[in-house]
């Protein structure tokens, strides 16, 4: 599994599952209760005082917030 956050503090996983996103945030120690099930794209939004160590974790890999909408586009098959 790969991990991506934005500086919105928007954190995803690809394979991009709930199943994955989860053992992702036990893998980092999140709390589930920063999970959004926003529709369709669910996430973990990460508290300001938590994003200075998520970003510098070394399974994190920090991109744009495009990028993220798009990796999870391409996960679920969305054209726009």
Request: with cysteine; net charge positive; proline share 5%.
């Amino acid at each position: 599994m790969k991990y991506y956050c934005d500086n919105a503090r928007h954190l995803i996983c690809i394979p991009y599952s709930r199943e994955n996103i989860h053992k992702m945030a036990e893998n980092l120690d999140i709390k589930r209760c920063w999970f959004h099930a926003s529709k369709p794209f669910f996430h973990y939004d990460i508290p300001k005082k938590q994003i200075e160590r998520i970003m510098n974790d070394p399974r994190v890999t920090v991109v744009s917030s495009r990028d993220i909408v798009a990796m999870i586009k391409t996960e679920l098959g969305v054209n726009n």
